[in-house]
C-alpha cells in the first residue's frame, strides 16, 4: 500500500479490525518514511453483474449510483454511518450473491426497498416515491396504508409528551 501523503511503498499495518457485519476489515497503517498514519478498507473484490436499464441498455454496475441513492432517500434520518454501511453491504451481497450476470434495474430497486423497510420507513417510503414514479398524495397514501397493515402498529401511550 502507498503512503497517501509522501507516495512511499513501505507501509505498515499496525491494527485491523472487521467491520459491521464482518465483511470489511479496516486497517490502521503507518508509513515507514514519513511516519503518517492512515486507514484503509480491505473488501472481497466479486464480480457485480451488469445492469440491465427499462429501456435494454446494460451498464456496468455503479455502486456509487446506489449508495446516492441509498443517502438520498436517508438524508436527515437517524441512521448512524455505520448502520447504513452495513445496510449497504447487504445490498450489495445481494447483488453479488443473486448469481445472476446481468441483472435488471427493477430487482436492484426491489432489493433497495426491501432493505429501507426494513430499517427505515420514512427512507422507505422517499425512495419508494421516486423509485414508483408516484404522481400525487394518493400514491403516497396507499403505500404508507400497506406498511401499516404489514407492520403493527407501535403502543403510543407511553411516550412522554414534549
Do not use: W
Not at 473488501?43 to 451488469?50: H, S
Amino acid at each position: 500500500m502507498h503512503c497517501p501523503f509522501c507516495q512511499a511503498e513501505d507501509t505498515k499495518v499496525i491494527d485491523s479490525r472487521l467491520v459491521a457485519d464482518g465483511s470489511q476489515t479496516r486497517r490502521r497503517r503507518s508509513c515507514e518514511v514519513c511516519h503518517a498514519r492512515f486507514t484503509t478498507f480491505e473488501t472481497v473484490d466479486l464480480a457485480l453483474p451488469r445492469v440491465v436499464k427499462s429501456d435494454g441498455q446494460r451498464q456496468p454496475f455503479d455502486g456509487s449510483k446506489l449508495k446516492k441513492g441509498m443517502l438520498r432517500a436517508l438524508e436527515k434520518r437517524p441512521l448512524s454511518s455505520e448502520n447504513i454501511d452495513t445496510v449497504f453491504g447487504k445490498i450489495l451481497n445481494e447483488i453479488r450473491t443473486s448469481g445472476l450476470r446481468e441483472i435488471p434495474s427493477i430487482k436492484i430497486g426491489e432489493i433497495m426497498m426491501n432493505a429501507l423497510k426494513e430499517v427505515d420507513t420514512v427512507a422507505y417510503v422517499r425512495f419508494a416515491s421516486v423509485y414508483r414514479d408516484f404522481q400525487d398524495i394518493k400514491d403516497f397514501s396507499e403505500e404508507i396504508n400497506s406498511l401499516r397493515k404489514e407492520k403493527p402498529k407501535r403502543n403510543t401511550k407511553n411516550k412522554s409528551k414534549k
